[in-house]
């Protein structure tokens, strides 16, 4: 589970909190193009060449624009965005900074959810009700030939 929606499910924050955090975090991402500079996958030219076809087709990405017209592969785009993904400003500092929680909230929220995350990777302690596929399928053959 997202860490916003265990904030918001326990109490926390509201949904507008969350919203609102969501958004701000989305406009901390760097634009790919700004990345592809950086990484040298692109020179300023093949950007403002990119930026200019995207005028003309709005509702496709920077990045693809970039692939389609043979400016990047795929896998350079897959890095950039994990680039970008690595670069956003963390959920919980956005809270913080924003005085939505203290920061000994955040951190003992923040050490609940982990714990949370620990005890599901474990998995529980009772035994599954669900019979293992060849159980069923010997417990199927038994029924039916004795049956017949």
């Known amino acids: 589970m997202h860490f916003g929606l265990y904030l918001y499910r326990k109490g926390l924050i509201s949904a507008e909190q969350f919203v609102a955090s969501a958004e701000a975090q989305m406009t901390t991402l760097t634009r790919i193009g700004q990345l592809a500079l950086e990484e040298g996958v692109l020179t300023g030219r ?10 003309e087709t ?18 350079d785009l897959r890095r950039l ?11 919980e500092r956005i809270l913080v900074d924003h005085g939505v929680l203290t920061a000994e ?10 714990s949370t995350l620990g005890h599901r990777r474990m998995g529980c302690a009772v035994r599954s009700k669900i019979a293992p596929w060849r159980s069923r399928k010997r417990a199927f053959r038994t029924e039916y030939t004795s049956a017949v």
Do not use: T
């Open 46 to 55: 093949d950007v403002f060449d990119v930026l200019r076809a995207q005028r």
């Open 58 to 75: 709005p509702s496709m990405r920077f990045g693809e624009i970039a692939v389609e017209m043979g400016l990047m592969r795929q896998e």
């Open 81 to 91: 965005i994990m680039l970008q993904s690595d670069r956003r400003q963390p959920f």
């Open 105 to 114: 909230q955040m951190a003992s929220a923040k050490a609940d959810y982990l």
